[in-house]
């Protein structure tokens, strides 16, 4: 073995208010340049909270330390051969740490070994500086590293894991593995589209699906006879929790039942010479229909199938889409009408962006977050559940669960009896014990109707909320525009880019960030719990090709390389403590050629794999 010494290096970002120091029998262990303290913030369960006695000591010495600090560190890593790819660990061999002053801290910045045998290092090649993030119970530390030995990978007593940190080249092939854009030239108004997904929990717990429908010739309405085709395009992005399988089937099947009930709204309103096209409530009304049939399915259909079967190979087939749950962010847009529908059941998010009088852009939210913090909805849920104080508490259905809406999560949707006559002869879970006149959570989405402007150059972004918890409507439009801007300057040099380039600040306009969470949307809180700090020019870059990359990577950090590289290092479990899993699309509305193809955008998706199939 080798030994690999953790040097301190230093940024300049912010001094520590508390120095959180840790100490060896033989030396000085002090904590590193980056401490991220941990607010689980999603309504889904932390797998990764319980805390041993070591630990224990440590969260108590790193009190206070709730955001990301820049602090020094001096510790030597003893590290073993273990080929063991890109993941290694941290193996203390010195015994318990304690708390250290800053005073000692200060002090304490030459090396310090452990007691151990190591072999020494090979003379005549000069030392490798690699970069190591810490993962703490309660704090995330990342420093550099001198050697080119692997780290070895294991959990000490603290609880802790030492891991090699990406290079920013290998966060940036992260980043880009899962996205994929399309150019359409369908003629109908949408121009391109962009997403991407990067996971937390393994596997990821998010899913999105993207279909055009071309309608036929009986369901064109009197707008629709003058074009030679129309189209219905939907866009949805599913964000699951306590497993995959509820977002796994909205992927496969939501679409569809949606289009099942506007295929039959639309025939009867075209039944009457009369009407042009249906109305809008009947629209809307399909809309809900449709996700609350499918939830039906999942959540009630499922049940009965089980119970008349009595197999449990069945039973795990049928009820594990019921007992995990998931929000759902459907849009809806209809190329003859140039109306875009979009349906909400939970808290993932829909803005969109246009430009303003002023040529900077305007983020308008098309979706309300759907919480047991959005009084809207604790108003509606305690009229529906009179006499149960515990119905919403602390901002839960229940104490229990975050989303209000939702697919799935049949444990607050079943009866009592029903839960444990399933979990006595199959599986399950245990009812809350506050539950008493279920069904606590509905699919049913709030559907909201936009008049889209293709002339001027709309966009819509759809994202899970482990976007929202980072960046505001305003700032994940801001990066939009400016991603446009550097696109637009890439490809002539001129025009509007230039003109807001010399700007300071992202292109938009800056007024609704005062109301933001008084109203029941989730502010970022992710920025507080990391301490980002700095103005737009100081946090925000352009580097992406994907649009959709591009606001993840300035969502992770931006030009902050490190905080990037040591929130895409954090393997699940741990990173689920700093970060959701991320699923972010954007949509862009214009006037382009009708080739009638949709095409991978090859410069900015991950694989040239065929566009997915229509309905």
Request: aromatic share 6%; charged share 25%.
């Amino acid at each position: 073995m080798r030994r690999a010494a953790v040097r301190a290096f230093r940024t300049a970002r912010l001094v520590p208010r508390n120095s959180t120091s840790l100490r060896t029998r033989s030396g000085a262990f002090q904590s590193a340049s980056y401490a991220l303290g941990i607010r689980n913030s999603s309504g889904r369960a932390d797998p990764t909270t319980k805390t041993t006695p070591a630990s224990t000591k440590i969260a108590a010495a790193s009190k206070g330390a709730s955001s990301m600090y820049i602090r020094r560190f001096s510790v030597a890593v003893v590290s073993g051969l273990v080929g063991y790819g890109a993941w290694y660990t941290y193996k203390y061999q010195a015994g318990d740490f304690n708390g250290q002053s800053i005073a000692q801290a200060q002090q304490s910045r030459g090396l310090t070994t452990s007691p151990t045998l190591y072999a020494p290092p090979p003379t005549g090649t000069p030392d490798v500086e690699r970069k190591a993030v810490i993962v703490g119970a309660d704090n995330l530390y990342t420093g550099a590293i001198t050697g080119d030995g692997p780290i070895s990978k294991d959990t000490d007593e603290s609880g802790r894991k030492v891991l090699e940190m990406l290079t920013p080249d290998q966060a940036t092939q992260k980043l880009r593995r899962n996205e994929e854009s399309y150019l359409v030239g369908r003629g109908q108004g949408v121009v391109r589209y962009d997403v991407v997904q990067i996971p937390s929990n393994d596997p990821i717990e998010d899913d999105h699906v993207e279909k055009i429908i071309e309608l036929p010739q009986g369901l064109a309405t009197a707008a629709a006879a003058q074009n030679s085709s129309s189209d219905w395009m939907f866009w949805g992005v599913f964000d699951g929790h306590s497993g995959w399988t509820t977002s796994a089937k909205l992927r496969q099947v939501l679409v569809s039942f949606v289009a099942r009930e506007l295929n039959s709204t639309y025939k009867a309103a075209l039944a009457d010479p009369s009407v042009d096209s249906p109305s809008s409530e009947a629209i809307e009304a399909a809309i809900k229909t449709g996700f609350n049939r499918l939830d039906h399915e999942i959540v009630h259909e499922s049940v009965e199938k089980v119970l008349k079967s009595k197999s449990k190979l069945i039973a795990a087939e049928l009820l594990a889409p019921a007992l995990s749950g998931s929000c759902a962010l459907l849009s809806f847009y209809d190329s003859n009408t140039k109306l875009l529908r979009v349906a909400c059941t939970g808290d993932s998010r829909a803005v969109l962006g246009r430009r303003g009088d002023s040529g900077k852009w305007v983020a308008t939210p098309l979706s309300v977050d759907q919480t047991g913090s959005n009084p809207d909805e604790e108003a509606r849920m305690r009229k529906q559940h009179p006499g149960e104080p515990n119905v919403i508490r602390n901002g839960r259905v229940l104490g229990g669960l975050e989303p209000s809406r939702a697919f799935g999560d049949a444990t607050y949707k079943w009866s009592r009896e029903v839960s444990e006559r399933l979990k006595q002869s199959y599986f399950g879970r245990t009812p809350s014990q506050l539950l008493r006149t279920p069904p606590y959570v509905t699919a049913e989405p709030v559907v909201t109707t936009t008049k889209i402007q293709p002339e001027r150059g709309d966009f819509v972004v759809m994202a899970t909320d482990g976007l929202w918890e980072m960046l505001t409507n305003e700032e994940v439009v801001g990066l939009v525009g400016q991603w446009i801007e550097k696109q637009s300057g890439e490809s002539n040099g001129s025009s509007w880019a230039k003109m807001f380039s010399q700007q300071k600040g992202l292109p938009v306009e800056q007024g609704g960030k005062k109301s933001e969470g008084k109203n029941g949307q989730k502010t970022p809180i992710r920025q507080q719990q990391w301490g980002v700090k700095g103005g737009e020019m100081e946090r925000f870059v352009v580097e992406d090709k994907n649009v959709a990359t591009h606001l993840v990577r300035n969502a992770l950090g931006g030009k902050d390389k490190d905080m990037v590289c040591a929130l895409l290092t954090l393997p699940a479990p741990y990173s689920r403590r700093y970060r959701d899993d991320l699923t972010v699309e954007v949509i862009f509305f214009g006037n382009s050629d009708k080739s009638g193809d949709v095409v991978v955008n090859k410069e900015a998706s991950a694989s040239a794999a065929e566009p997915k199939a229509k309905l």
